[in-house]
Nanobody, 119 residues
């Protein structure tokens, strides 16, 4: 079972940048499809960006061109580089690891890190 710990959140002005990191332990991230989700107050959790085991990436339309997800299997980390941040990006960001094996689909979550974009 994998354990995930996010870091890198904080307060940033509109137009600024933040880099979120997700460090894994207990298992190799190479086995998992990885994603970053976010949840703003009063809203449902949404998938922001994902990166498959083979490296294919996908982004929600609202962050395309601004956010970049990457993975380093050797370091067991996943990173979300967020540029040109907007107030609507304010949310708690969660790292997700998805394991598909033997017909079972299992998700693991970090504790979340707060991102606040405000002047």
């Amino acid at each position: 079972q994998v354990q995930l710990v996010e870091s890198g959140g904080g307060l940033v002005q509109p137009g600024g940048s933040l880099r979120l990191s997700c460090a894994a332990s207990g298992s190799s991230l190479s086995l998992y499809n990885m994603g970053w989700y976010r949840q703003a107050p009063g809203k449902q959790r949404e998938l922001v960006a994902s990166i498959a085991r083979l490296g294919f990436t996908n982004y929600v339309n609202s962050v395309k061109g601004r956010f970049t997800i990457s993975r380093d299997n050797a370091k067991n980390t996943v990173t979300l580089q967020m540029n040109s941040l907007k107030p609507e990006d304010t949310a708690v960001y969660y790292c997700n690891a998805n394991l598909i094996t033997g017909g079972a689909d299992t998700n693991y979550w970090g504790q979340g890190t707060q991102v606040t974009v405000s002047s």
